[in-house]
């Protein structure tokens, strides 16, 4: 099993700045690409960035130039900060990663638990 656990969420006002993470663990012998989604109430789950595990980054056109994705590869962990941040920015924010499992070396990909950020105006 290969879990990934997020932090960092929380409140903060409009032109506000928050960090997330995301750690993954269990039984891990690879990690390829990691990523954030979000969700905000009413909407479908949208990209927000990928990071390949060689660094290459990529952002959803809403995001770009407020947000940088990066990533950890001695700790398996992505942060996601977030500068600028607006009351459209309030959203369950998902880490995702793909990962392949140790011992059976099979790929997974694998969702946290989500993680609230709320921008207030």
Known sequence: QVQLAESGGGLVQAGGSLTLSCAASGSIFKIDAMGWHRQAPGNQRELVATITSDGNTNYAGSVKGRFTISRDNTKNTVYLQMDSLQPEDTAVYYCNAEA?????LRWLEVWGQGTLVTVSS
Do not use: A, K, L, P
Not at 100 to 104: D, I, M, N, S
């Open 100 to 104: 392949r499992q140790r011992f059976t």
